[in-house]
């Protein structure tokens, strides 16, 4: 059985997940606005991918019979100068999504819940991808940022995930 301490923070984490989809969903909004189909597109999908991890908590606090707590959603930007200011605030954000994803393995562990450690090796896994990608996509568009042409073709390619 889930302690409350355990059922607390998967609650407060719930609110998290879902606060980093309302950011990409303000994100994908903004890039759209902005005539960025494809880096729009990309943060629709990280919207839709943040809400199948809250969900995935839900799930797992259901399991084990633990009340699910749904608490207001901060409010979030609205507006970025660019796509690199976008992205470098997403790398900046799954940093810190890792760290409460470490604050929980670390709960998990002094409380010999393994059942919730074993769910939380698969945000472990899933925050290493996150990092990177984020990462990945800054780095190129810091490379082709004063090249419109080659912007174009990236923000393509964002389109096409």
């Not at 969900?55 to 259901?62: A, D, H, W």
Request: hydrophobic share 45%; charged share 25%; proline share 2%.
């Amino acid at each position: 059985m889930i302690s409350e301490k355990m059922q607390g923070a998967i609650n407060a984490q719930i609110n998290a997940e879902m606060w980093s989809a309302y950011l990409y969903l303000s994100m994908s909004l903004d890039a759209a606005n902005k005539g960025f189909k494809g880096v729009a597109h990309w943060y629709r999908k990280q919207y839709e991918e943040e809400m199948a991890h809250a969900f995935k908590f839900v799930s797992y606090l259901e399991s084990q019979l633990a009340k699910v707590e749904l608490k207001p959603i901060e409010a979030v930007p609205a507006t970025w100068e660019c796509p690199v200011k976008m992205f470098e605030e997403t790398l900046k954000h799954e940093k810190k999504v890792t760290s409460l994803i470490v604050n929980l393995c670390d709960l998990a562990a002094a409380e010999k819940d393994y059942a919730t450690a074993n769910l939380l090796q698969w945000y472990i896994n899933e925050q290493v991808e996150e990092e990177e990608s984020a990462s990945e996509i800054l780095d190129a568009m810091k490379c082709v940022s004063d090249n419109k042409a080659a912007f174009y073709m990236l923000d393509k390619e964002l389109g096409a995930r």
